[in-house]
């Protein structure tokens, strides 16, 4: 178990990041940290795979700066394809992510994640964020703080939100006419405006200026019954309320994402058709217009959350995945 005190506890011990100290995984040196790998499956993802461990905060220069020291998790292989940059959804952070983080090093990368602002071991008052161009500052920052240590070309994969701060961070560098981050992107049930859209405006003109936060309602986003309930009711990092100033970031990214460039990276989308949290029917046509190379994974049937979906809707989406890091890699 990782209880409230085991959390206090690690956030006060854990280390500033940095590449000259493999992280260490025995209770002996840090109980409260291996109680937390050990808990969000950290260590069964190092588990019999030859690759070195790095974990710990780190305060981005810059505009990222802002919001505090950013929790930041490196898997590092001997050799490695490339290395794959995996950011998360809305109210998760890196431990849950740890079946995509397996299959990357399993494949030959080696991965680098964060938590971002507000969200799991990292500072930030829960989801607050004032633009989700601060959440392009912060992985824009750890991709400059990894591009001379990392092995291969970069790729980006992102669930939900996570896909929307690598579209910012690509959009952005493309206006400023900078080199593309990355030399593919992979979007997991991307947001480009979410289910219930007009409702949201209604609330947020109505009452947005009453409140600073609203009860999160837990919904089924994963065929995986054990997923949904540890989020509910294991899961001490979920937070229970949603910023009002998170909302009104994502209404500024559905309001000007018709305003963004178009992009030239290519891309590979997968999309649940039982997903209730985007609005895809939506968001598909307005990213197929953006990216100029791009392919498309419906899973039917799949829900929102496709990084811990059920196996048989998680199959389709590693199919996938394998043919486009396939096709990229023989290209070269």
């Known amino acids: 178990m990782f209880s409230e005190y085991d959390l206090l506890r690690l956030q006060k011990t854990f280390s500033d990041f940095s590449l000259d100290d493999i992280c260490r995984?025995?209770?002996?040196?840090?109980p409260a940290l291996y109680k937390y790998l050990e808990y969000y499956g950290f260590l069964y993802t190092l588990k019999g795979l030859g690759v070195e461990y790095y974990c710990g905060y780190r305060k981005p220069k810059g505009r990222a700066g802002r919001w505090g020291r950013i929790a930041t998790f490196y898997w590092r292989l001997s050799e490695a394809k490339g290395t794959i940059f995996l950011i998360h959804g809305l109210f998760d952070h890196v431990g849950l992510y740890q079946p995509a983080?397996?299959?990357?090093?399993?494949?030959?990368?080696?991965?680098?994640?964060?938590?971002?602002?507000?969200?799991?071991?990292?500072?930030?008052?829960?989801?607050?964020?004032?633009?989700?161009?601060?959440?392009?500052?912060?992985?824009?920052?750890?991709?400059?703080?990894f591009r001379s240590r990392m092995?291969?070309?970069?790729?980006?994969?992102?669930?939900?939100?996570?896909?929307?701060?690598?579209?910012?961070?690509?959009?952005?560098?493309?206006?400023?006419?900078?080199?593309p981050p990355y030399a593919g992107i992979i979007l997991l049930a991307p947001l480009v405006r979410p289910a219930r859209w007009r409702s949201i405006q209604i609330v947020l003109t109505l009452f947005g200026r009453m409140l600073r936060s609203i009860r999160r309602t837990f919904?089924?986003?994963?065929?995986d019954e054990g997923f949904s309930s540890f989020l509910s009711q294991g899961d001490i990092l979920q937070s229970r309320r949603l910023s009002v100033r998170w909302i009104r970031a994502m209404r500024e990214w559905v309001l000007t994402f018709e305003e963004r460039p178009s992009l030239d990276v290519p891309a590979c989308i997968a999309q649940g058709s039982k997903d209730s949290v985007v609005d895809w029917r939506y968001n598909l046509p307005k990213l197929e217009e953006k990216l100029k190379n791009v392919s498309v994974c419906m899973v039917e049937d799949g829900m929102?959350?496709?990084?811990?979906?059920?196996?048989?809707?998680?199959?389709?989406?590693?199919?996938?995945?394998?043919?486009f890091l396939s096709s990229l890699i023989d290209d070269k």
């Open 25 to 30: 995984t025995t209770h002996t040196d840090l």
């Open 219 to 223: 919904s089924s986003n994963s065929h």
């Open 151 to 179: 092995q291969g070309p970069a790729y980006a994969v992102g669930q939900s939100t996570g896909a929307a701060v690598i579209l910012n961070h690509c959009f952005r560098a493309k206006k400023a006419k900078r080199v």
């Open 304 to 323: 929102h959350h496709l990084v811990n979906e059920s196996p048989e809707y998680r199959r389709p989406v590693i199919k996938g995945i394998d043919h």
């Open 101 to 145: 983080v397996r299959y990357f090093l399993e494949r030959g990368f080696s991965v680098v994640a964060i938590d971002l602002p507000g969200h799991g071991l990292s500072d930030g008052e829960p989801t607050v964020i004032n633009s989700f161009d601060s959440y392009g500052d912060v992985l824009a920052n750890t991709l400059a703080y």
